[in-house]
């Protein structure tokens, strides 16, 4: 099973590139990863919040392949817990799923279409965090979620 993290804009923050880095290095050890950052949109001041959002969602859209399972990380959508999270990774990759793409949204979230292409949302928290962060925080619970399925002593309960 492949892992791609898509998202809108690139990172920016030292600090948090050397960490999506440092997890990266880790995660390879279990699992294809792949991230991918869909620059922003040019002149995106002079466009509406839904016209930017639309936008954002054909860029994102052309990035999915159809037969891609769509997670759309989103402070609605459902919360588990380390463990619970594992279980889910278990069972995407009983389920024979080629590729699972985590996708992190522009400011304003997701477009329609996007919405309905998307498989299900997952909530990292329901505080709100900068896009950027999303990035380091679901890279990170990927690899302790693969931590816990292999019985390693990343994770503690």
């Given at each position: 099973m492949k892992i791609v993290l898509l998202s809108i804009g690139k990172t920016k923050e030292k600090y948090l590139i050397e960490g999506i880095s440092l997890y990266q290095k880790r995660l390879k050890h279990?699992?294809?990863?792949e991230m991918i950052e869909?620059?922003?949109?040019?002149?995106?001041s002079n466009l509406s919040k839904l016209e930017l959002m639309k936008n954002e969602g054909e860029l994102i859209l052309k990035n999915i392949q159809n037969?891609?399972?769509?997670?759309?990380?989103d402070d609605k959508g459902k919360d588990y817990d380390s463990i619970s999270f594992s279980e889910k990774l278990q069972n995407w990759m009983l389920s024979g799923k080629k590729r699972?793409?985590?996708?992190?949204g522009g400011a304003y979230g997701f477009s329609t279409e996007v919405c309905h292409?998307?498989?299900?949302k997952?909530?990292?928290?329901?505080?709100?965090?900068s896009h950027q962060m999303v990035r380091l925080f679901c890279i990170e619970q990927l690899y302790r979620g693969y931590s816990i399925l292999n019985n390693e002593p990343y994770h503690h309960e």
């Open positions: 279990y699992t294809s990863f869909i620059p922003n949109i040019k002149k995106s037969s891609d399972h769509l997670v759309l990380l699972i793409v985590f996708v992190v292409r998307g498989n299900e997952l909530s990292l928290s329901k505080m709100t965090f």
